[in-house]
């Protein structure tokens, strides 16, 4: 059942989201009212931030960047939109366009519309980030870059990769370590095995000596 909801409530975000948005492209067919999709959104909003603060400390790290970076792929689109609107429609407006003006003072309400997106699509990121700084697995000053990158738009899909990435080369090269140290292992056992038999063969040369 865990597991279940840790992976449905970043789906559920992503698929709610995408709602508002088909309701936004559709307005002379709307699918339902604007103040139900804000309440689905927070509701979906608030549900995956409880599985990631039940998750963050029984799911391995490499899982939440694993899940965090799913979550930024999908909004990626999203993301691509507004970066595009919020450098193209202040050029438009520098040419006295009145239009392009009054898209300016819809463009901001959204561009924090879309930060505050941004920050929902960092939870696991975020959790990661505290669990690598408890564990100490990484060195401190590169967690605490990443974890500010998460924050920061644009770097925060650079910092998901890079954090999944070192996770992932980290997981790699634990199973090569131990194996790596099973020869030292059976070295250090080898002149304790032969001890036995040193033992039970004085007794046959004692005895030879003795005729």
Not at 11 to 35: D, K, M, N, R
Not at 123 to 136: I, P
């Amino acid at each position: 059942m865990a597991r279940f909801a840790r992976i449905s409530a970043p789906l559920l975000v992503v698929a709610v989201v995408y709602a508002g948005c088909l309701e936004l492209s559709l307005p002379e067919q709307p699918v339902f009212p604007i103040g139900l999709w804000i309440g689905a959104l927070l509701i979906a909003v608030y549900f995956s931030a409880l599985t990631v603060l039940h998750s963050q400390d029984k799911v391995a790290p490499r899982v939440l960047a694993f899940w965090g970076l799913v979550v930024k792929l999908a909004f990626l689109p999203i993301f691509l939109i507004m970066l595009v609107l919020t450098i193209g429609v202040p050029l438009d407006s520098s040419n006295g366009n009145v239009g392009g003006l009054l898209l300016v003072f819809f463009i901001l309400p959204l561009d924090a519309g879309v930060y505050c997106l941004m920050l929902v699509s960092s939870f696991h990121g975020f959790a990661a980030t505290k669990r690598l700084l408890a564990e100490q697995t990484i060195p401190s000053a590169t967690v605490k870059r990443l974890r500010k990158m998460h924050a920061v738009p644009i770097a925060d899909l650079v910092a998901a990769i890079w954090l999944y990435v070192l996770l992932r080369r980290l997981d790699s090269a634990a199973p090569t370590s131990a194996q790596d140290a099973l020869p030292c292992i059976t070295t250090e056992a080898t002149p304790s095995a032969r001890v036995p038999y040193a033992v039970t063969q004085c007794p046959k040369n004692m005895s030879s000596s003795s005729k």
